[in-house]
Structures are given as C-alpha cells and as structure tokens.
C-alpha cells in the first residue's frame, strides 16, 4: 500500500527533480567538513566583530537546518551539529545566483555544508558569513513545530532519532552515557583490571536469578539462554589465572517493562582474586565518586529531587539490622518457617508457595518495609543464604556475604565474597534446582561445567555486578531507564 503523503511532504518531492536539473544529487556523498560548532565557539566566541573581520577565520561546518528566514536577496539560517548550533548569513552577491538557487530548495531538516568567515550580526551573535552552500541530503519530512522535544513521551522513545534532532537534553544524554562508560573502563584498568568478552549464547541458564529468553542453534539442534548474567564465565576466567577480570555487556532477562527494567540491559561484572566483600564496597564507593568528578565535575548530585553527597563514607547496616529499625522485627534470633509466615501475614507481606525457609521471608521484608528508605548511597549487607546462591557464608550458616547498594530506594550493584568451595556450590544449585521444581521460575539450573572449574581451586574474591542504565540514570538526573537507552524496548502501538 503506497504512502499518502502530506501536503507539505508532496511539496518537499517535488522538489528533488528541481536539485537534479540544478545538477544536485538530493540525497548526496561526502562531505569534507574541518569544524566542530562548540569548538568554533569556544575559540572565536568572545571575540569583537573587528577581530573577527580583521582575522578573516574561515570555517567549514556541516549538520541540520533548524531556522531559515528568508528576506529577499538575503536570509539567516540556523546549523545544528553533534555537540552545538550556529547562525549563517547567505546573500546572494556573496554566494552568487547558481548557488542561492541551490540554497532556495532548502527546507527545514535538510542536511547542508557552509562555508565561509566568521563575524558578528548586529545582534552580537557569532555568524558563519556563507560563502559556499552544499546541499547534502534531502529531508522529506517536515520536522516538530517547536524544538523543545517532542510532546508525546512514547513517540519520544519510538522515534528516537528525531527525539536526537529535537531535543538537546536527549542528544546531551545520548552522549554522556559512552562517556559514563569511557570513564568506568579507565577506572578499571587504572586498578589493573582487564576487560574480556564471555559469549551471549548459553546451554544454562545460570549466574543469577532470573527468567530466560531461549533459542534455538539449528546446527547443534540444541536450544540455548541468552545470558541472564556474566558470572560464571568470568569467574573461569579468574580461575585460569586472570585475577582482576570484568565485563561491560549486554544481559537479556524475560521480565516486565517499567521505568527501572528493561528486557535488554547494560552491566559492568567485575571480580577481585584475593578480595572479598569490603573489597567491593571500597571498590564501588571509589567508582561512583570517580564518575561524579570526572562526569559532572562535582561530589554532590541530584537525583530524582533528592541531593546525594558521595563525598562522605557510605553507611553500611545488615539486612537484619534494617528491618529490626523498620519493623522490630529481629530475624538474627532463631526463628522457624512456620512462624516467619505467620510473621509475614500479620504484616500483609506478599508470600510465594516455592518458599520453604525463613530466608526468602526475611528477603520479602526487606522488600516490603526497608527498600524504598535509603536515599543516600548505602550498603545493605548479611543476605539469606537463600537468595544467593553463589555467596560465601559467614559463621552463621543461615547468612552469607553479600551486599546491595541502594540509592534513592533502589538498588544500583549487588556484591558477594565470591563462594570457592566446589562442594558447598554443588550444594547450592541442588537447593536452586529443588526451588525451580517446586515453580520457582527465577531459580538457577546446575552448571556442572563452572563446578569442574571450581575443582581445579578457585581463590577467595570478591565480585560484584552493577547496572550501567541506572548508574546513567542517577549520573543524568532521570527516572526513566527509557531516557538513557538510545532504542528501548517498546510495546506494540495501540
């Protein structure tokens, strides 16, 4: 079925045998510009018009149409690029009559090279004095009325591009998420870690607690996992001998959509042979102020209206300890199942029938009562061993060493000392698959390849796994984890 197209759309085609006639390819090659916008203004902004005219600096910009006003013989235009805008003056006793009937096809969105000297308009404002106007490529369809974005959020996220055209604070966004992650890779190696790559594909679903997306490799006639995590393939990797090992990569998990989740997320995986728990606190406080430095140029930022200093030391309290304040509840006492649950109907808390133990009810509470409290960086620690699987226990067998970070109510890493006895995780993935027989659809398989590995003696670490999207949402100041991935997953139009 063709396009209908609009009135304005059928103006714009129209005029793309009036570029050929001019001897114009409308949707053209390249272009060899030499200069950035914010450079151009970083160096010659402040000038007066006198230095600029007596200096004569020609430049050479390429990018977008966002104004043009016309006046005759004459007309400004407004060029945006990648990191800034600037005005242009075309008169046509400058650029001559062949290309002023090139730049009289222009329509607002097209794509254009200028060329010219620098000076000031009457106004003061620093201009391109356009000696040479390059039709590059045609846009055929007008852009949004008002550039402040576009009004309708989803179409915002569905459109992605032209959000990049319209709106300087998704361009600003989309640009210092590589930054953010630029600057954890530097972090990172500075401490003598090395980076390496683990395969998405997986015969297991294992390294967390999470559903799957499956597939199928025709070849092998075998069906795989997109990893849910990274952990176990790194920590081979330590194992062969590679000591400081991480991973920045893409984790998949068939889960629900909201404002912290999406199906296809970014983490930083990361272990310290011979490290443990504090090794990671130490590692993450470092990290996080690092970023706040170096990313935004100051220790005190906002998010989601609440001002976080990282400056000071981060508070650091048990799971158990921050429910005891909440609820009064104390969970380090002997407590039975039998009597959690009946713990956890007085208090209305949400139970699954896969529970057995007293641990995933101390979880839940957490969840219910604790969770949303902690708005300046703090490290929730002491975990059930329940809900972590892979975690090296404390002297109290029903604990292990484990920690979350949580910042303004949510969680941003998730940290252990790394588990190294091959028995006592052999034990684990059997509990893990006990909890998926009983419908536990989160619970690990066994991965018999990673228990080989272990044999082969594993040495204390600590690790931990960190969100890159809500790290980019913290350091950005946005709610949203559709505001920092350039393509989220959206549902179907309505």
């Known amino acids: 079925m063709e396009e209908k197209l609009t009135d304005q759309e059928q103006a714009r085609v129209d005029k793309l045998p009036r570029y050929r006639e001019l001897g114009i390819e409308p949707f053209g090659a390249r272009y060899d510009w030499k200069d950035r916008i914010c450079d151009i203004r970083r160096d010659y902004g402040e000038l007066e018009a006198e230095d600029l005219s007596a200096k004569n600096i020609e430049v050479d910009v390429a990018g977008r149409l966002l104004a043009i006003r016309r006046m005759g013989k004459a007309a400004f235009v407004n060029l945006k690029d990648e990191h800034g805008s600037i005005q242009g003056w075309l008169g046509l006793d400058v650029v001559g009559e062949e290309n002023y009937a090139v730049f009289k096809l222009a329509d607002l969105g097209d794509i254009v090279g200028l060329r010219g000297t620098l000076m000031k308009s009457r106004t003061g404002e620093l201009t391109i004095r356009v000696s040479k106007f390059t039709h590059i490529s045609k846009c055929l369809k007008p852009l949004p009325e008002k550039f402040h974005g576009l009004t309708d959020v989803e179409d915002r996220y569905r459109k992605r591009y032209l959000d990049l055209i319209v709106n300087d604070d998704s361009r600003k966004i989309a640009l210092m998420r590589p930054a953010i992650i630029k600057e954890i890779r530097r972090y990172c190696d500075d401490l003598g870690f090395v980076e390496v790559e683990t395969p998405v594909l997986s015969p297991i679903a294992g390294g967390a607690a999470a559903r799957p997306f499956i597939t199928h490799h025709n070849a092998l006639d075998k069906d795989f996992y997109l990893r849910i995590a990274t952990e176990l393939n ?170 979350e970070i949580f910042v303004c109510g949510g969680e941003l890493a998730n940290a252990y000392s790394e588990l190294n006895d091959p028995f006592d995780q052999r034990e684990r993935f059997e509990a893990q698959l006990a909890a998926k027989g009983r419908g536990d659809e989160e619970a690990n398989d066994i991965d018999f390849s990673f228990l080989d590995a272990m044999r082969y003696g594993m040495p204390p670490a600590g690790g931990i796994g960190m969100g890159i999207d809500r790290l980019c949402m913290m350091l950005c100041n946005v709610d949203n984890i559709r505001e920092v991935l350039l393509f989220p997953t959206m549902r179907d139009e309505k």
């Open 234 to 403: 790194l920590k081979k990797a330590m194992i062969g001998g590679i000591d400081r090992v991480y991973e920045i990569g893409r984790i998949f998990r068939n889960e629900g959509i909201d404002v912290r989740h999406n199906p296809e997320f970014t983490t930083i995986e990361l272990y310290q042979a011979y490290g443990d728990l504090r090794s990671m606190m130490d590692w993450t406080e470092g990290l996080l102020r690092d970023l706040a430095q170096k990313i935004l140029g100051t220790e005190t930022i906002t998010w989601g209206g609440h001002e976080l200093d990282l400056s000071k030391p981060f508070k650091r309290i048990s799971m158990c300890e921050a429910i005891l304040e909440e609820t009064g509840i104390d969970f380090t006492k002997e407590i039975s199942f039998e009597e959690a649950v009946k713990l956890a109907n007085e208090h209305h808390v949400p139970l699954q029938e896969s529970w057995n133990s007293t641990g995933y009810i101390i979880q839940a509470f957490f969840d219910e009562f604790v969770e949303k409290k902690f708005i300046q960086p703090t490290f929730i620690h002491t975990y059930p061993i329940e809900v972590s699987p892979l975690t090296k226990k404390l002297d109290d067998p029903r604990f292990v060493d484990r920690f």
